[in-house]
């Protein structure tokens, strides 16, 4: 009996993605080589668009929970930690 049938999991034939793998590589040199210019303009933007961002995902959130809650402790004569 000879198994002639393809297999269910494979998808290409291994040829097929070496082929695949060496279009993908010469698109990328050419692409690179074409668009480094352009690419590399963008960063000192990319930078300056970093600072507001990582300012409102980083300090957001910072020292502003329970603030309120930990002066009126201290007011009564209580320790931050504890419960009236």
Sequence with gaps: ???E???A????DPK???VWIGFAVVAAFFLWTEH???LLGVLPYL????CPLMHFFMHGKHGHHGHGRHE???EQGG???EKP
């Design 47 to 50: 930078v300056i668009l970093a």
């Design 9 to 12: 999991g494979r998808r290409f």
């Design 79 to 81: 320790r931050p930690g």
């Design 5 to 7: 049938q393809p297999k």
């Design 36 to 38: 480094r210019a352009h």
């Design 72 to 74: 009126r402790q201290e």
């Design 1 to 3: 009996m000879t198994d």
């Design 16 to 18: 097929a993605k070496w």
